[in-house]
């Protein structure tokens, strides 16, 4: 009896193939594929890519209150808060980079933050996975020490505050190298579902774009509404106390 094969055993491609899935009809991820974590990108308003030393650990939750239950029962309700904090991510970037600041302390983003994690470096185009921050706020500056004993680049740290994360994964993003030692035929249908899925997560990411800057014209022309209505109720007073003072200094001259 034959033994089986690696992608017969485990579902997946063998090492002279290495993708993450085959053409099964569900997705299997072995973890022989893994993301590196040193190719990443950050792009500000969707047209400045910045270089940064590295993105700090970020994350998001959900707040609960915990509603004890009655009697002898030995378990709580879990109801889910309102978020009553901003989430927060740091960002450390190299001083000297850019002639101007991409990210002035105070300043309210319009588009989302794109953090774009690749395989490969320099090639986002395809990017595995993509971190879409909306409703960014940067709160925070913080400069890197300065040291004449040793040698080093100096340093800046961001502080952003948002309000929602979207995580976007492309599972079929991994690179099909040609391997002269497992020609497979399947490499070029494996390359078109990378292409898709890809392509899909730049449609969603897009579509995040639209609805966040949607929502940001929305806010400015309700802001822009109020500054009037406020303008013209000044206006209204201003003309009230104009009456008033001429009605009150008219009996003076008739006197």
């Not at 053409?23 to 990443?40: E, H």
């Not at 470096?121 to 709160?139: E, P």
């Not at 040291?147 to 340093?155: K, N, P, Q, T």
Request: proline share 5%.
């Amino acid at each position: 009896m034959a033994e089986a094969s690696f992608e017969e055993t485990y579902g997946v491609a063998s090492s002279g193939n290495r993708t993450i899935s085959t053409d099964n009809s569900i997705l299997w991820n072995a973890g022989l594929s893994p993301v590196p974590s040193y190719n990443f990108m950050l792009r500000v308003e969707g047209i400045i890519d910045l270089p940064c030393k590295a993105v700090r650990a970020f994350s998001k939750q959900v707040e609960f209150e915990l509603i004890q239950e009655g009697g002898l029962n030995d378990y709580v309700h879990m109801r889910r808060k309102p978020i009553s904090n901003p989430f927060y991510f740091e960002v450390e970037r190299y001083i000297g980079v850019d002639y101007i600041d991409p990210l002035p302390l105070g300043a309210e983003l319009l588009l989302p933050v794109l953090l774009m994690v690749s395989r490969n470096a320099g090639d986002f185009g395809a990017a595995a996975r993509v971190y879409t921050f909306t409703g960014c706020t940067v709160t925070k500056k913080e400069y890197g020490q300065m040291d004449a004993d040793r040698s080093g680049l100096f340093v800046e740290t961001t502080t952003i505050a948002y309000r929602e994360l979207l995580c976007v994964d492309s599972p079929l993003s991994e690179k099909i190298s040609v391997d002269p030692i497992d020609q497979n035929p399947k490499r070029s249908q494996m390359q078109a579902k990378a292409e898709s899925a890809a392509k899909d997560a730049r449609k969603e990411a897009e579509a995040a774009n639209d609805k966040a800057k949607q929502e940001e014209n929305e806010r400015l022309a309700a802001r822009e509404a109020q500054r009037q209505k406020d303008e013209q109720a000044r206006e209204a007073l201003l003309d009230e106390i104009e009456e008033n003072q001429n009605a009150s200094t008219q009996p003076n001259e008739e006197r």
